[in-house]
């Protein structure tokens, strides 16, 4: 899987961004790197970056000015953060602005790769459950209102009589409705139909 992920290094210290590369690329990672922080956030991203290697101490825009940056943007890679000893205080407020981790300086080789595949394993579980969520949302707006009142009923565990007494419609309505809509959501059981709505949020709002 780390393979196919690139990782952003962005670290003002030449020699630590240039070893730290050779070290990610012999592990075979594919690497970018950027000498600040204002460099990496006016770079043009590639789809496929699994994690970002952050140095919070640069000159310009901080690591900690960064992460305020991607806290604004959609799908922002995963962030581990590198800090110099002592800077503890400065990683926890990292991890506050979303920093899935945080390694201090020198770092053993072996815990870097370990934590930068670990980030890049976590993204792309997270850009798949993003996917989905996006599936379900659009497989739920093709219902109609009263299609999607009972799904909601169904999320919540209501059996048909209690929906239909609430939605003031008769029980064999309300089996239609159902039947209906699980063959909108192109699924053939009840628990597929309650997996898509709670992906789609459905189960939030109810």
């Known amino acids: 899987m780390a393979e196919r992920h690139v990782v952003a290094v962005v670290d003002d210290d030449d020699a630590v961004r240039l070893s730290t590369a050779r070290l990610l690329e012999r592990a075979g990672l594919?690497?970018?790197t950027f000498a600040s922080g204002d460099?990496?956030?006016e770079a043009r991203l590639p789809d496929q970056m699994g994690c970002i290697l952050l140095d919070m101490r640069m000159p310009g825009r901080n690591g900690l000015d960064?992460?305020?940056?991607?806290?604004?943007?959609?799908?922002?890679?995963a962030v581990l953060v590198l800090t110099g000893h002592g800077d503890i205080?400065?990683?926890?407020?990292?991890?506050?602005?979303?920093?899935?981790d945080f390694l201090e300086k020198p770092y053993q080789p072996g815990a870097l790769i370990g934590a930068v595949e670990g980030a890049c394993e976590l993204r792309a579980r997270s850009r798949a459950s993003e996917a989905a969520k996006g599936e379900a949302a659009e497989l739920t707006r093709t219902l109609s209102e009263r299609q999607r009142q009972v799904l909601e009923g169904i999320v919540q565990g209501k059996p048909n009589k209690i929906i239909a007494y609430e939605l003031d419609l008769s029980i064999r309505t309300v089996e239609a409705y159902r039947a209906q809509l699980l063959d909108k959501l192109g699924v053939r059981s009840t628990a597929?139909?309650?997996r898509i709505?709670?992906?789609?949020?459905?189960?939030?709002?109810?």
């Open 30 to 32: 594919r690497v970018q």
């Open 197 to 206: 709505a709670l992906a789609a949020g459905i189960g939030a709002e109810v």
């Open 66 to 77: 960064v992460l305020r940056v991607l806290s604004e943007r959609d799908s922002a890679p």
């Open 39 to 41: 460099a990496f956030l």
């Open 89 to 100: 205080p400065l990683a926890v407020e990292a991890m506050k602005l979303g920093a899935i």
């Open 192 to 194: 597929e139909a309650v």
